[in-house]
Nanobody
């Protein structure tokens, strides 16, 4: 099974930026970022296929950008203009299509202070 390793989380002030990275141990067609805030369900944030087709949820459009480097099996989430509501554990996932997740990363904490 393909393993995922995330990095890049941390503490940032509102209005700041962070970039998350997730590297897969093998090739995966769709790589995605999800987030889970305390007491809430895990939610999809953005997805990207190997061909570069992206999906970004409305709440982060214009602030978050997903990209990938297929040669490195790595997906990135560039997060700008961060808000306290963006505070959550961010998880990377991989699968054959957006609706099927075959592997998860361990999660990385993002905390945005006001």
């Amino acid at each position: 099974q393909v393993q995922l390793a995330e990095s890049g989380g941390g503490l940032v002030q509102a209005g700041g930026s962070l970039r998350l990275s997730c590297t897969a141990s093998g090739r995966i067609n769709v790589m995605s970022w999800h987030r889970q805030a305390p007491g809430q369900q895990r939610q999809l944030v953005a997805s990207i296929t190997t061909s570069g087709t992206t999906t970004v949820v409305e709440s982060v459009k214009g602030r978050f950008t997903i990209s990938r480097d297929n040669a490195k099996n790595t997906v990135y989430l560039q997060m700008n203009s961060l808000k306290p509501d963006d505070t959550a554990v961010y998880y990377c996932s991989g699968g054959p299509v957006v609706s099927v997740i075959s592997t998860w990363g361990q999660g990385t904490q993002v905390t945005v202070s006001s």
